[in-house]
């Protein structure tokens, strides 16, 4: 009705912008992105966040960025886009995201300011303290379980914070019977395309949590991460209960943007409007006037 809506913020895909010419959004894999907009252009928000994967300032992306910025500059916003590092903001976890940021005031975007650049949170303390209200939320350990005896056989043989993906590391960890049946002579670029048997550190960052609860194993236990510790690694409060089965909880926290970089950007946009309204106030009011407001 008549209240205010400060802000839109989401993650739309927009994967259909880069096959287009100058990033006009034709393509059917837009669909949520053009709903993102149609939402801006409705609601008219003072500002607009948008999150997406760092490939989309890539070279080979650049039209997805520019048809992301028209599309906006269209309806009079001011859009900046910068990567962020979560584990820059407290998160224990390194993902790294394309934040864009914009407002219609004619204000310089301002984005959040890292806080642990020199003292990050590690998998150790995501998981220090998991419990609300004296219970541990969607932390299923039997769901966790690994039922191949022989990938459970394999992973109890893998150090914490180690994992194979050369032929050096599977003869570092593994004995003959339990190696993998691959010629690594002949395998792509001498390794495997992703990491097997990744375990965690406790005492490092967390790689990026993905959506498949079957990525990472615990770092000291043979079994896979519940999705209290994803979520934890993500930054989410525990009193934040996922519902759902195991894997659409997984879905939820990997596709998530970490809470606590949302908080960052969240108040580096009050920090852009409160500039906005002392530059109001400054020339509405002369000094001595508005010292004696804040006197009063």
Avoid at 58 to 63: A, L, Q, Y
Wanted: charged share 30%.
């Amino acid at each position: 009705k008549s209240q205010k809506i400060h802000l839109v913020c989401g993650g739309p895909p927009c994967q259909g912008l880069s096959t287009v010419g100058e990033g006009i959004p034709d393509d059917p894999r837009n669909f949520l992105f053009l709903e993102f907009v149609r939402a801006v252009k409705n609601i008219k928000p003072d500002f607009v966040v948008l999150e997406n994967v760092t490939g989309i300032l890539g070279k080979k992306n650049i039209k997805i960025t520019v048809g992301i910025i028209n599309q906006f500059a269209k309806l009079g916003y001011n859009m900046s886009v910068r990567v962020l590092s979560a584990d820059h903001f407290g998160v224990p976890q390194k993902r790294r995201r394309s934040i864009f940021i914009g407002n219609k005031l004619g204000l310089e975007n301002i984005f959040p300011e890292p806080t642990h650049v020199n003292n990050p949170q590690t998998v150790k303390d995501a998981f220090s303290d998991m419990k609300f209200d004296g219970k541990e939320h969607n932390h299923d350990v039997e769901a966790a379980e690994i039922k191949n005896q022989l990938e459970k056989s394999r992973i109890m043989k893998i150090p914490e914070g180690k994992s194979i993906r050369y032929e050096k590391d599977e003869i570092a960890y593994l004995p003959p019977d339990l190696r993998f049946d691959v010629n690594w002579d002949t395998i792509d670029e001498g390794r495997f395309r992703e990491k097997k048997l990744n375990r965690l550190d406790r005492n490092k960052l967390s790689p990026t949590i993905m959506t498949g609860r079957h990525t990472y194993y615990h770092p000291t236990q043979p079994r896979y991460l519940t999705a209290r510790e994803a979520a934890s690694i993500q930054s989410f409060p525990n009193d934040f209960i996922f519902e759902g089965t195991i894997s659409q909880q997984w879905r939820q926290i990997g596709n998530a943007v970490p809470p606590l970089l949302g908080k960052a950007i969240g108040k580096a946009v009050v920090k852009t409007y409160k500039e906005k309204r002392k530059a109001e106030l400054l020339s509405k009011y002369s000094v001595d006037e508005l010292i004696a407001v804040v006197r009063a």
